[in-house]
């Protein structure tokens, strides 16, 4: 059974920095590109990034260029984001997401429960 | 980047009604790219339909996608209790991914 476990939300003020992670088990990580999807409080969903399997290429939505990082550890099936600069804009649920492929584009098959991160002061 | 409209905004059915829900992308969406996704309350997403009209596993054959081009359309040909929830459109593609507003499932 795939899962998805995201931890490291938390309260931030804005200009700060958190890192989400992301635990994955039940299917073999290191061969699956891998996302993050976010959904400000009643809001709708909105791509974050994409890594692919090997960590060689990230994408970022342009919201979010420059400030966050995705990564992921292969040994440990884990996934990164690390978010600089935060504003609060970029308060919402990140949901951790096993990413299906089409010609380097993807859609999402797996999701985690997410991680609930605000940012006020 | 591709907007995708979905409606109506809110749907209200009673359970054994059919649902028709609409997702209407800005230009033509290559190769039939779209998903469609369930969320219910406090949950995350769950995927049921990819590539506009495959089913995901484990997803039940009332729930059946079609379209092609700009207009991609969700059935759920028999809405069960727990089919009552908010359905998101999403695009691949081109870049960025894209998702529609939602539509609601109401009672």
């Known amino acids: 059974e795939v899962q998805l476990l995201e931890s490291g939300g938390g309260l931030v003020q804005p200009g700060g920095s958190l890192r989400v992670s992301c635990a994955a088990s039940?299917?073999?990580?290191?061969?699956?590109?891998m996302s993050w999807v976010r959904q400000a409080p009643g809001k709708g969903l909105e791509w974050v990034s994409v890594?692919?399997?090997?960590?060689?290429?990230?994408y970022y939505a342009d919201s979010v260029k420059g400030r966050f990082t995705i990564s992921r550890d292969n040994s440990n099936n884990i996934l990164y984001l690390q978010m600089n600069s935060l504003r609060a804009e970029d308060t919402a649920v990140y949901y951790c997401?096993?990413?299906?492929?089409?010609?380097?584009?993807?859609?999402?098959?797996?999701w985690g429960q997410g991680t609930l991160v605000t940012v006020s002061s | 980047e591709i907007v995708l409209t979905q409606s109506p905004g809110t749907l209200f059915l009673s359970p054994g009604e059919r649902a028709t829900l609409s997702c209407r992308a800005s230009?033509?969406?290559?190769?039939?790219?779209l998903a469609w996704y369930q969320q219910k309350p406090g949950q995350a997403p769950r995927l049921l339909i990819f590539?506009?009209?495959s089913r995901a596993t484990g997803i039940p054959d009332r729930f059946s996608g079609s379209g092609s081009g700009t207009d991609f359309t969700l059935t759920i040909s028999r809405l069960e209790p727990e089919d009552f929830a908010v359905y998101y459109c999403?695009?691949?593609?081109?870049?960025?991914?894209?998702f529609g507003q939602g539509t609601k499932v109401e009672i």
């Open positions: 997401a096993k990413s299906a492929e089409v010609q380097n584009k993807y859609y999402f098959d797996y």
């Open positions: 039940g299917f073999t990580f290191s061969t699956y590109a």
């Open positions: 890594i692919s399997v090997r960590g060689g290429s990230t």
């Open positions: 230009q033509s969406v290559s190769s039939s790219s």
């Open positions: 590539g506009a009209s």
């Open positions: 999403q695009q691949y593609g081109s870049s960025p991914e894209t």
